[in-house]
């Protein structure tokens, strides 16, 4: 029945389809519902984004039993319940290289109002009678993307999620999750057992907190015991998802509380970075916005990390497992912005760079989505306060005098602002024809890049449970923003992308249609960003061949991990659809990698042009250019990958 509905919707959209590029530019469109209010999601593939929730009394039920995730398909804009068993509540998430989804660690198992399991052991639920759910603290669930091609509700089109049979050794809620060169997955820290941040007051157990606290760090698959990592308990109270960048060389950028380190996760050797600036923390629940910077043969694959936002709270402010000490919702979050580079190749000194403040003030929870274009869309997230939900505060003590219900953010930054990094310094941020939302989207809010280029926006829930009274109410309903370039009449239509690109190798070509642009063909071909480095051909008819690299070989899969990735071709600042790939040989493990890819020298041709009638019939070859100027931005944000919980910016730890 399901089905037969689903196919009924996608005939009806297939009329409005005709309508695509009708989209407003800087607009927001009305998403439909998402059944669970969507905490984290990610992009399955080009028909779905799967999305999760804790577990709460959502109305919609499977089994019998509140929901906890959907499979929501993009064409039809409708959801579709999915089993996910054990309590899902802020796990971590990644892809692996096959293109299947793993989610790490949750909550333990919760009822109504947020209550522990009917059964428990006085610590933590195994199980709820009410809600229906397991334990989540040690899970791993595993789903391998359907399409519309598939019946989501069949039996291989369902998420593995039993920890009797696949578990972690340690239990994780708010574990930071990277993928290392091999496809393999690094987990590292979190809770045992939850709370507002990762610490008592006074800390004077920083490594374990009584057994309250996780310092160690394991591998999906293992690679052997858990072992603790140092930093974690450094950085004790806020230590929870520890924001994780895999560099050039190996190691990982990490950084949570303050601090900041390269890590080297096979011996587990740390090397201390300076600190972030201005006392700001920008993990979970500061939440500051955080991204890695495109990857371009002009900066010679040089990852550069930027934080935006966060809190400079004073170190007692933060208070402990229960709430914070302040009334959070009443302190400003940081407007301001630091970038990193950590591995330079010119030898110059590591330590954060101011960057220009974020344009609209601070923001907690904001997200930043990499753009096609090399752009940054920031969305989500309020003026004041963190992540996090409570009763009360040290200041407030009772939940009926709490301003804003239980949310500890205030002010929802409903306008979205466009990060540009190739701009010079003071001139990077800009919202000027950029629609403001109306919908609050703080904590449990999460956004995403969709195939088509444009940013799926969903959730907020700063509730223990399901409330749709509240100041800030659990948030079913999703939102599609359309970003500027939904202004071109026409985008790019490559043809030619493989569905798969390996490191260094053989050059493919994809080829681009006249019809699919406008201008001038040189000038087009020469602007043209795909994810990979390239030389062109430009034809009589105005369409063009673009000579394209595999991805790099020289840094192995450090630079860009095995798995899925969404490749765009963007032509004068217009994006194509992107076209899902796999990167590496789909399985975990050593890549293998070959010489870096050898392309011909690019050809012009003076008098080609794009636009609906071919045109320049007389234009002759002109001379060759090999120069970098031709050589396209290789471009991380590309990555199919779900963005989390409250800022928590997971599709830029793939974009590694
Ligand atoms: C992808 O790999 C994971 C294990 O790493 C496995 O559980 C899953 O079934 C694989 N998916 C497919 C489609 O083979
Ligand atoms: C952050 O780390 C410092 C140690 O570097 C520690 O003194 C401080 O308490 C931590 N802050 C919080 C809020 O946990
Ligand atoms: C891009 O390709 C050109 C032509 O093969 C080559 O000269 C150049 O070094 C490549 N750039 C990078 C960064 O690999
Ligand atoms: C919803 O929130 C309001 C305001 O915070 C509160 O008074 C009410 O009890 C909540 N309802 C539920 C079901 O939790
Ligand atoms: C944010 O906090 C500031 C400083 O306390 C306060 O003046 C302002 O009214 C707050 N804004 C919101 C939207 O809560
Ligand atoms: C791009 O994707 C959108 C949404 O699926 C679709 O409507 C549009 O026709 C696609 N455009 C091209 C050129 O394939
Ligand atoms: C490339 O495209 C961008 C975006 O449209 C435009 O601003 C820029 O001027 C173009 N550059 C060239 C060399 O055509
Ligand atoms: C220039 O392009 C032509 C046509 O593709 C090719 O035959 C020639 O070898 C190229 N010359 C150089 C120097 O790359
Ligand atoms: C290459 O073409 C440009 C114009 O497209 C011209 O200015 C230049 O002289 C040419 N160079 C050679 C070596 O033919
Ligand atoms: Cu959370």
Redesign the pocket.
Known sequence: MRGHQLSILTLGLATTSAFAQTHKPGSFEDGGDTLVSAMMMFVGNNDKVYMLDKSEANPTKINGYPAMGVAYDIATRTATPMLVKTNVFCASGMHLPNGSFITLGGNGAVGPGGDKGSVNDGWTGSYDATFGDLDGGPAIRIVDPCTDADDINSPKCQWFDDPTLLRMQKRRWYAGTEALADGSLAIIGGFVNGGYINRNYPNTDPATEGGAAEPTYEFYPSKGQAQNMQFMIDTSGLNAYALTYLMPSGQMLVQANVSTMLWEPLTNTEHRLPDMPDNIARVYPASGANAMLPLTPANNYTPTVIFCGGSDMPDDAWGDYSWPSIDT????ASAKCHRITPEPTDGSAVDYVADDDMIGGGRTMGQFIALPDGQYLLVNGG??GTAGYATQTRQTLSYSDMPYGMSLA??PQFQPALYDPSKPAGQRWSNAGLDASTIPRLYHSSAILLPDASVLIAGSNPNVDVNMTTFFPTTYKAEIFYPPYFSAPVRPVPTGIPATLSYGGSPFDITVPASSYSGDANDAASNTTVVLNNTFTVNKDGSFVLHTAQMPPNANANLFQPGPALVFVTINGIPSNGTHVIVGNGQIGDQPTAAASTLPGSVRLDGAAGGSAPQANQGTNSNNSTDSSDAVQFTPHTMLMGVVVGAFALFSVLGA
């Open positions: 919702f009443n302190y400003p003026l004041n205030a002010g």
